[in-house]
């Protein structure tokens, strides 16, 4: 009896302990972990960028006059951008940069060429002098043309003659002949001017005798000069027989002056 009393507590206290162990609360069961961080690679650093190199920046001739010129030529290499001061402005981008440029500064000027890429800028100057050209010397004023009257007095010579006589000697034609050729390029300057032939005698004979003789030397003259191409509707005669001596002396000498003819031009 006791030991069936005993089989049962034992039954009893089984069950109890397995419902006590089905009451209790579950606890889940912990996350896993997480899984590693993926591998990134890690790109290499990048070189430096070299700065941009002017090969040469000059000016030639590096001296002028105002209003010469003077020729900028450059040489760059590696800019990302590339100019030039004083209003010239861009001169281009590339690994090769050359060129040339002519300029005319009014007075002393400082060129600046300035390249400029990621790796930083680089620069070079040069100057152009400027000097005042010398000072032109005041022009000469033409001198006043001569009148037609004045080129006639100036030129033309008088022929003389013999005494009583008319015809004309050597030295009165040679005289003559030089005239007519002074006579056609006078007229071709001046178009408009006329030429007298004065006849004049010397004091001996009669007034009215040595104003014919006067009329007829001038005639000879004019004939003469017409035959060597003289324009005969530019010449007229004039007698003014002994009333205007050149001389007054009472000699042959002086007479020889009287007796001649006279070119006036008007």
């Not at 069936?4 to 009893?12: G, Q």
């Not at 009014?106 to 070079?124: D, I, K, Q, V």
């Not at 037609?148 to 100036?154: G, K, L, Q």
């Amino acid at each position: 009896m006791t030991t069936k009393r005993s089989s049962t507590a034992l039954a009893i206290a089984l069950s109890l302990s397995f419902f006590a162990v089905g009451c209790k609360k579950k606890v889940p069961a912990p996350p896993p972990p997480p899984p590693p961080p993926a591998k990134v690679d890690t790109p290499a650093p990048k070189a430096p960028v070299a700065r941009p190199i002017i090969r040469f920046f000059t000016a030639e001739p590096t001296s002028i006059e105002r209003g010469q010129a003077s020729s900028l030529k450059w040489e760059v290499v590696g800019a990302d951008s590339a100019s030039i001061n004083q209003g010239i402005g861009s001169i281009g981008a590339g690994a090769n940069i050359a060129g040339n440029r002519s300029v005319f500064p009014s007075s002393t000027t400082t060129y600046t060429l300035t390249a400029r890429n990621a790796g930083g800028e680089a620069s070079e100057s040069v100057t152009v002098n400027v000097t005042a050209p010398p000072a032109k010397p005041a022009p000469t004023p033409a001198p006043a043309k001569a009148s037609f009257s004045e080129v006639i007095a100036r030129d033309i010579n008088d022929a003389f003659f013999d005494f009583d006589k008319s015809d004309l000697r050597e030295d009165a034609r040679n005289t003559l002949t030089q005239n007519a050729d002074k006579l056609k390029a006078i007229f071709r300057d001046y178009p408009n001017g006329s030429l007298t032939l004065e006849g004049h005698a010397d004091e001996r004979g009669s007034a009215e005798y040595n104003l014919g003789l006067g009329d007829r030397r001038a005639i000879a003259a004019k004939e003469f000069l017409t035959q060597l191409g003289v324009p005969a509707d530019r010449l007229r005669t004039l007698s003014y027989g002994k009333e205007r001596p050149q001389c007054t002396d009472n000699n042959e000498g002086c007479w020889q002056k009287n007796r001649r003819v006279h070119f006036t031009g008007q």
